[in-house]
């Protein structure tokens, strides 16, 4: 059991964190946060690995890339909501979003 | 193909700029854009043997018959969309960004398909993912799109992540993302990578208990845009969930009895809910999710029987299906832009056989062919997944197949009524004509399904490269 393989197990429990997150949360600002959450523990994820088998730099480097593509998702997830608290008054998923199937 | 890709990445901020100056500009520039894709695609199919790869550069590709099926897929749909889109936005706020992310979404499912390095097959199913949310949320000035797309962002999202995690299990173990040499021996944690692999990617391709985001996006993205995600992005992602899971080895039986079990289960639930529509998109997204099911069943009997005649039945279907997808959407875009009435009904489409001769003959043949009713090119592959699946040895394959066989018929339960509004009496006249531009990417859908499904052996070339490169994937892992 090493630092790694703690780091490892950790972002394991970021990921079940944001899971939960997404299940209790109603409002479209915090499931962006907790969609955050989730991708911060993919990074660390990919740097532990990177480090479990000798190669840290290729880890780190893909941890940055992985930066770059979850921050567009989470620019346009914020978009998405401030449309939809201008056109439907809440940022309650509940109500805005509810159809059937 | 490949490094051909720069024109799509590097054409489409063009594309946007030269929108705000004149969009006559820029959708010559798209044309052009999909001519140069066109172009390259010729080259490589001239001389196309088994894998062609491409390493020069960092990011590196691997064209295999799968890559080159999906490609030519998407490129017959992304241009006749973008024939259809010129009528269908034209003048519409936000016109140049859609053309714009229309190449690009182009480009990022080719380089899904062709990516050489795991890392890189997550960064274009990023791409594909993020230029769709701006193309469904397209109509931002109404409350229903924008709920549909953060319905279709979260749930993707949530779903990249996990193949993300997916792929960082992979990495930790093996230390090397080259598709190549990737080979992850059976261990627990390679279990767990696959089952996160199915999970990610099954959200992308709606497997059952995470569909919900299907409905909502197809119906209220523009109809162009319903088309191309419904006729070939969605099935992109079974392309790259196929490639992952030949990665891990010593377990393909039972990813292949996992993606028979989702494949039945999708077929039942898409079919069931499908019944209850009465607002024709929904009818048609909800009929995706159950022919995604036949796709996916068919490719479980090839890998989990081993069975040549599943993997090509399954690839067939895959092609037609994005064909019969396109008219079908295609279809009612036209008479959604004809009638301005957004969400439209089963009733409204009365009178559509008198008076729109073509768009109504387009809509009877692409819900028959959904049907599989013969002639047409959708009885051709549904016809192989059944006869490859009744040759198996297995009793439980044989009867689900036929289990199968018996929704296909059951689906007519929800085309007819379709067909039998268009030739109800007619209660509300249209408001503008049906421009050409619109009715020559109908015709030529229309015709093609015919006439594939008299000489389906036309597509046997595209067809039989996927089946090698397929059965090359999971042959050596059984």
């Not at chain 1, 780190?60 to 449309?83: K, N």
């Not at chain 2, 050409?436 to 499904?453: D, N, Q, W």
């Amino acid at each position: 059991m090493t630092t790694s393989h703690i780091v490892f197990a950790g972002a394991f429990i970021l990921l079940a964190i944001g899971l939960y997150s997404l299940l209790i949360i109603r409002n479209l600002i915090k499931i962006v946060i907790a969609i955050q959450i989730m991708v911060k523990g993919a990074m660390l994820a990919f740097v532990a690995a990177g480090s479990l088998n000798g190669q840290s730099n290729l880890g780190q480097s893909l941890a940055v890339t992985v930066i770059t593509a979850d921050t567009i998702v989470a620019i346009i997830g914020l978009a998405l909501a401030i449309r939809i608290q201008q056109s439907a008054g809440t940022l309650d998923i509940d109500k805005g979003i509810n159809r059937e199937g | 193909m490949p490094p051909v890709l720069v024109v799509s990445l590097a054409l489409s901020p063009v594309i946007y700029l030269t929108g705000r100056w004149r969009m006559a500009v820029s959708r010559s520039f798209t044309l052009a854009a999909l001519a140069v894709l066109w172009m390259a695609f010729g080259l490589i199919i001239r001389d196309f043997s088994t894998t062609w790869i491409y390493a020069q550069t960092a990011v590196r590709f691997a064209f295999d018959g799968i890559s080159l099926l999906i490609t030519a897929a998407v490129l017959v749909l992304s241009t006749l969309t973008a024939v259809f889109s010129f009528s269908d936005v034209r003048g519409e706020s936000g016109e140049e960004k859609y053309y714009a992310m229309l190449l690009l979404m182009t480009g990022a499912v080719i380089g899904l398909v062709s990516a050489g390095d795991l890392f890189n097959l997550w960064v274009w199913f990023e791409l594909t993912a993020i230029t769709s949310y701006l193309l469904v949320a397209f109509h931002r000035e109404r409350a229903d799109v924008l709920a549909a797309c953060a319905k279709y962002l979260i749930q993707t999202a949530t779903g990249s992540i996990l193949v993300l995690f997916g792929i960082a299990l992979v990495f930790a173990q093996t230390g090397t993302l080259d598709l190549a040499q990737l080979q992850v021996s059976a261990t627990p944690l390679a279990v767990v990578a696959g089952t996160l692999f199915i999970m990610g990617f099954g959200v992308k391709i709606a497997l059952v208990p995470t569909y919900t985001w299907l409905p909502d996006a197809y119906a209220q993205a523009p109809s162009a845009i319903s088309a191309l995600l419904s006729g070939i992005v969605t099935i992109s992602g079974l392309a790259a969930l196929l490639r992952v899971l030949s990665l891990l080895d010593g377990m393909a039986l039972g990813w292949g009895a996992a993606l028979i079990g989702f494949g039945t289960l999708n077929i039942v639930v898409g079919n069931f809910l499908a019944l209850r529509q009465d607002e024709v998109k929904r009818v048609f997204a909800y009929s995706s999710i159950s022919h995604i099911g036949f796709m996916l069943l068919a490719i479980g009997i090839g890998i989990y029987a081993d069975q040549d005649a599943g993997f090509q039945s399954g690839m067939l279907h895959l092609f037609i299906h994005g064909l019969m997808k396109a008219l079908a959407f295609l279809a009612v875009g036209a008479v959604i832009y004809t009638h301005r009435n957004a969400p439209l009904k089963v009733n409204d489409l009365a009178g559509l056989a008198g008076r729109e001769p073509l768009l109504a003959t387009a809509m009877v043949v692409a819900c028959l062919s959904l049907a599989g009713v013969p002639p047409l090119a959708g009885f051709v592959s549904k016809w192989q997944i059944f006869a490859a699946g009744i040759t198996t040895d297995s009793v439980v394959l044989v009867i689900l197949t036929i289990f199968a066989a018996l929704n296909s018929v059951f689906s007519l339960a929800y085309y007819f009524p379709i067909i039998n509004a268009l030739f109800a009496k007619e209660n509300a006249p249209p408001q503008r004509p049906v421009p050409l531009g619109m009715r020559l990417p109908i015709f030529l859908l229309t015709a093609a399904l015919i006439i594939i499904g008299l000489y389906p052996s036309l597509l046997d070339g595209l067809v039989i490269a996927a089946t090698q490169s397929l059965t090359a994937l999971f042959g050596g892992s059984i």
